[in-house]
Structure formats: structure tokens, C-alpha cells
């Protein structure tokens, strides 16, 4: 199995030499990287935030799979009309749902966040069309940059049958549309349970802005949902742990 290479830089020693790099040669991939990308467009498919009797509710939850979670946890917490985004897991059982043991690659699970948000000022299909614009690269398989293995799937998990029809109906548009290079391999996979992951995983981009992997993988992310969805990013992130007391 290959491991990420992010589990090496958990160590101290590692991490300084590696953080002196990723001063230099991080900045530069993340120029690069930054203007590599491109809005997509918008769903042709999506709700409108209305039903029969008038406003919805004001709370929805999408879960979205794209490689490693500090990322796309980050790009999340910066979009507005976004309430809270937490990093997790999804796709496998309850009693596998922890760090160590999803990262075997055995569980099913893929890194995952749930990203609540009030569709009266953002809908679903804009979130989706963030979630393949900025938060990851759709026609990688089971990997994103330089994280190997079926838990960095891009994979969506729908909450109900709405959903689903919107993701499948905006697949099809982006592939039609030859948007990308190649194929989307983005799954569909309903009827499955989101676990939140540990602490020390939330608002991870937030709270380590110079760690190596942050710098060279992650904020290019951020600063592309800036640069492509200016009347959607918000500055100050909507965090996780805001208030909680730090062990």
C-alpha cells in the first residue's frame, strides 16, 4: 500500500526541514496551481430553495468525498450561505470509522465532509459546482495529488433522492460539456452514514497554515474558491471547534 505522504510530517523533526521547503518551493507550486483553474458551470439541474408552499427549509447537508479532508473541509468553511463543514467519514461502517483504520484503505470509508448549509442562499448545485471547480480534481481514481487508496475517492453521498438527481444530472453535463480532459470518475453512492473524524482533524487548514501538505496541496484551494467565486467566499471561516476548550 502506498502511504500519504502527510502521515510522515506528523513528526516534528520532518516537518521543520519540511516546513522550510514548503516556504519556497510550496509558494511557487501554489501560484502555479492557483491559476491552473477554472470556474465550471453552473448546473443546469438544481433546486431552487422553494417548495409548493413557499421557502424550504433553511438547513441542508451535502456529504462530499475529494482526497485528503483538511482541504476540502477549508474550501467549505469559506463559502457563504455555508453553516458549518466538518471532516469525517462515509461510505463504510460505524466501528471502522477512526483515522488509523480508514487509512488501511479496508473500510469503505471514504475522507469525507459534511457541509451544512441554508439553500436559501446557496443551493445544492452550487455547492456541487465549488465541490469540481476548486476542491478537488474529479478524474482522479481513488487518489488526489499525492494521496494513494480508495479513501480519497471523489465520491458524493446523497442525503435523499433530490440530491441524487442532481449529482448524476450534473456529471453528465460536465463530461458532455468535455470540460475536463478526462472522464469524471466521481461516485454516486447513496444510503450512507457520515462519522465525524477526530479532533485534532477539524478546522485543520485554519489552524496549520504553514504544515507542508497544507501549503502545497490546500491553499491554492482557497485562494481559487477567492479568485473564481469572489461573491462566494467569505473571509473568516465558519469553524468546528470555535469555542471548544483544546486538550
Known amino acids: 500500500m502506498i502511504r ?24 511557487a507550486i501554489s501560484r502555479s496551481s492557483a491559476e491552473e483553474a477554472r470556474a465550471l458551470p453552473a448546473p443546469v439541474l438544481d433546486e431552487n430553495g422553494l417548495d409548493e408552499n413557499g421557502p424550504a427549509a433553511t438547513s441542508e447537508v451535502a456529504v462530499l468525498a475529494g482526497g485528503c479532508f483538511w482541504g476540502v473541509q477549508g474550501v467549505f468553511q469559506h463559502v457563504k450561505g455555508v453553516t458549518g463543514a466538518v471532516s469525517g ?3 463504510g461502517e460505524r466501528d471502522t470509522a477512526q483515522y488509523e483504520t480508514v487509512s488501511s484503505g479496508t473500510t469503505g470509508h471514504a475522507e469525507s465532509v459534511r457541509v451544512t448549509f441554508d439553500p436559501l442562499k446557496i443551493s445544492y448545485g452550487r455547492i456541487l459546482q ?8 474529479p478524474t482522479e481514481l481513488d487518489r488526489q495529488g499525492p494521496d494513494v487508496g480508495t479513501q480519497y475517492r471523489s ?11 442532481i449529482a448524476k444530472a450534473y456529471i453528465a453535463q460536465l463530461d458532455q460539456a468535455h470540460v475536463f480532459d478526462a472522464a469524471i470518475v466521481t461516485r454516486i453512492e447513496p444510503g450512507r452514514s457520515f462519522y465525524p473524524a477526530e479532533d485534532y482533524h477539524q478546522d485543520f487548514l485554519t489552524q496549520n497554515p504553514n504544515y507542508p501538505y497544507i501549503v502545497i496541496n490546500d491553499l491554492p484551494k482557497i485562494e481559487n474558491l477567492k479568485r473564481l467565486f469572489p461573491d462566494l467566499y467569505r473571509t473568516d471561516p465558519v469553524l ?8
Open 4 to 27: 500519504s505522504q502527510r502521515k510522515f510530517w506528523r513528526f516534528p523533526a520532518i516537518l521543520a526541514m519540511a516546513s522550510l521547503m514548503a516556504a519556497g518551493i510550496g509558494l
Open 89 to 91: 467519514y462515509a461510505g
Open 130 to 137: 465549488i465541490y469540481f471547480s476548486v476542491a478537488h480534481d
Open 155 to 165: 465520491a458524493i453521498f446523497p442525503t435523499d433522492a433530490d440530491q441524487a438527481r
Open 240 to 247: 468546528v471547534m470555535a469555542g471548544k476548550p483544546s486538550n
